[in-house]
C-alpha cells in the first residue's frame, strides 16, 4: 500500500496532464504588424480558457518554415505557415487532420474558396486559412497606360526598359520589386511559367535544362523594367518589400510589385491615389486562374493538449480575431491591409478602408488557386532556386551605379574618376551624379555598363 500511495503521488492524474498551463505558438513573423496578432489572439483566448497562456515563439525560432524546417521541433502547438510547404508538411505528418466544426464555428463556405479547397483532402482539413497574398501591381491611378495595360508586354511598353541604374528611382519612373532572394525568385518563376502555360500542379524542373526560358526572359524583362540595384537589394524579410511602398509612397518609381500588405508603409495621399492588380507575368491576356499564396493554421498532430490546440486555431483564424488582428486598433488608424481568407472579414474591413472592397474583387475576379509545391518542395527549391535565381539575372543589359572610387567634385574630374571606377563593370556610360537618392549623402556614382552578376 506505501508503493502504491508513492506511485500515485509522483505520476500526475490524466485528467491533471490534460489541462494544460500554457501553449506554445509560432505566428507567420512577416507581416506589418506582428505584435497586434498577438494581443488580438491573446484577447480572444482569455475570454475562453483565462486558466491557459500562450507563449508566442519569436521570429528566430518560427519563421513561417522556410529556414527552419521541421515546426514540431520548434515544441509550438499550433503555427503558421506558408501553404508553398503544405504538401510536404502533410507527407511529412506535420498535420493534424480537423473537421470542419472544428476548423470554424460559421459555415465552412465563410473561407474563400481557393484557401480552403488548398488545405482540404477527402473530408478533412489538415490546416486553417489565415491571410492571403498574390502578386500585385501597384500603380496612381492617372497612370492609364498601366492601367488598360492587360499582359505583361503591354506593362512592359508602358514603364519601359532600362530607364534608371540606381537603387532608389531618380524620380516617377520604371518598375520597383523584390528579386533578391532565391525561394522569392522560384516562386515567381513557377508563377510565370503558370501565367503562360496554364498547368497546375507546378512541374518542376530538374535541372537547368528544364526551364521554362519563356518564362526566365520574362524575369529579365521585368529586371529590366527596374534596374538591377533595386530588384536584387537584399533587405530584412520583413523589411524588403516594405521599403519599395516606402520609396513608391515617397514619390519614385511608376509602378511597385509586392503584396497588399506593402500598403501599410505608404502615406493615406497615396493610398488615396493608388490602383491596383494581380500583375500580368505573360505576353497574352491572363485566361488562367491566377496562383494565390496562403498562410495557414496548423495544429501539431503530436501535441500533449490537442483539444486546446484545435480550440486555440480556430479561435485565430475567427472573424472576430481575425479583424482584430489586421484591422485598424489601438495604435493605428489603418489596417494592416493583409488579405483576409473569409468572406466575413473583409465585410468588416470594408467599413475600415475601401480598399478591402478592391482587394476582395482580386480574389472574385481572378478564380484563384492556392499556391503549393509538390511533397518535395524542399529538395526541389534547394537545388534549383540559386540557379533559376542566376538565370533570371544572367545577360542583363542595362548597366549599373557604383560608387565612385572617390566624390566627383567638378564635371571635368568625371570622366577619369568614373572610368577607374567602371573598370571591371564594362566601362562607363557617360553618367554621374552627386545627387540623393541615387547617391548617397556626400558621395557620387557612376554608371557603368554592366553589373556583376554574382549571387548575392
Known amino acids: 500500500m506505501l508503493l502504491l500511495f508513492i506511485v500515485v503521488s509522483i505520476f500526475p492524474t490524466a485528467e491533471a496532464s490534460a489541462n494544460p498551463a500554457e501553449l506554445k505558438v509560432g505566428l507567420y ?10 494581443t488580438a489572439i491573446k484577447t480572444a483566448w482569455e475570454k475562453v480558457e483565462p486558466d491557459i497562456s500562450l507563449k508566442f515563439l519569436s521570429a528566430k525560432q518560427w519563421d513561417g518554415g522556410y529556414y527552419i524546417k521541421e515546426p514540431l521541433k520548434t515544441g509550438a502547438d499550433v503555427y503558421v505557415f506558408d501553404a508553398i510547404f503544405f504538401d510536404h508538411f502533410k507527407d511529412k505528418g506535420w498535420l493534424l487532420a480537423m473537421s470542419a466544426s ?27 486559412p489565415q491571410l492571403g497574398c498574390a502578386n500585385i501591381l501597384f500603380y496612381r491611378k492617372t497612370d492609364t497606360k498601366l492601367a488598360n495595360a492587360t499582359n505583361l508586354k503591354k506593362i512592359n511598353q508602358a514603364l519601359g526598359q532600362c530607364t534608371y541604374t540606381s537603387d532608389i528611382p531618380p524620380d516617377k519612373r520604371g518598375l520597383m520589386l523584390d528579386m533578391s ?35 526566365v526572359n520574362n524575369m529579365r524583362d521585368l529586371l529590366g523594367m527596374a534596374s538591377y540595384e533595386n530588384a536584387t537589394d537584399s533587405q530584412p524579410p520583413e523589411k524588403s518589400s516594405y521599403q519599395r511602398a516606402k520609396w513608391f509612397s515617397d514619390g519614385y518609381g511608376s509602378a511597385l510589385i509586392g503584396y497588399t500588405e506593402a500598403m501599410s508603409a505608404m502615406s493615406q495621399e497615396t493610398r488615396n491615389n493608388i490602383d491596383f492588380k494581380v500583375m500580368p507575368l505573360s505576353e497574352k491576356d491572363e485566361n488562367y486562374p491566377a496562383v494565390f499564396y496562403a498562410d495557414v493554421i496548423a495544429v501539431n498532430p503530436n501535441t500533449k493538449h490537442p483539444n486546446e490546440a484545435v480550440k486555440l486555431a480556430k479561435i485565430m483564424a475567427s472573424k472576430e480575431t481575425m479583424v482584430a488582428s489586421i484591422g485598424k486598433d489601438d495604435n493605428y488608424d489603418y489596417p494592416q491591409y493583409l488579405m483576409a481568407n473569409r468572406d466575413s472579414v473583409f465585410e468588416k474591413l470594408k467599413d475600415q478602408d475601401p480598399l478591402y472592397n ?68 564594362g566601362g562607363w556610360n ?22 556583376c552578376l554574382l549571387l548575392n
Open 102 to 128: 472544428e476548423i470554424s464555428d460559421d459555415s465552412i463556405d465563410d473561407f474563400v474558396d481557393y484557401a480552403i479547397e488548398g488545405v482540404k483532402d477527402g473530408n478533412s482539413y489538415y490546416a486553417i
Open 430 to 451: 557617360g553618367q554621374w551624379t552627386n545627387d540623393t537618392p541615387a547617391a548617397p549623402k556626400d558621395t557620387s556614382v557612376c554608371g557603368c555598363n554592366a553589373c
Open 181 to 215: 532572394g532565391g525561394t522569392t525568385n522560384a516562386t515567381l518563376y513557377l508563377d510565370t511559367v503558370h501565367s503562360i502555360n496554364g498547368k497546375y500542379p507546378f512541374p518542376l524542373p530538374q535541372d537547368e535544362s528544364q526551364l521554362n526560358f519563356d518564362a
Open 358 to 425: 478592391k482587394m476582395q474583387n482580386l480574389i472574385d475576379e481572378n478564380d484563384p488557386i492556392m499556391f503549393k509545391l509538390n511533397e518535395n518542395s524542399r529538395d526541389w527549391l534547394s537545388s534549383m532556386k540559386d540557379t533559376i535565381k542566376f538565370e533570371a539575372r544572367e545577360g542583363y543589359s542595362c548597366g549599373c551605379d557604383r560608387n565612385a572610387v572617390e566624390q566627383i567634385s567638378y564635371n571635368d574630374d568625371a570622366p577619369g574618376i568614373c572610368k577607374k571606377t567602371c573598370a571591371d563593370y
Open 29 to 38: 513573423p512577416y507581416v506589418p504588424r506582428i505584435e497586434q496578432f498577438e
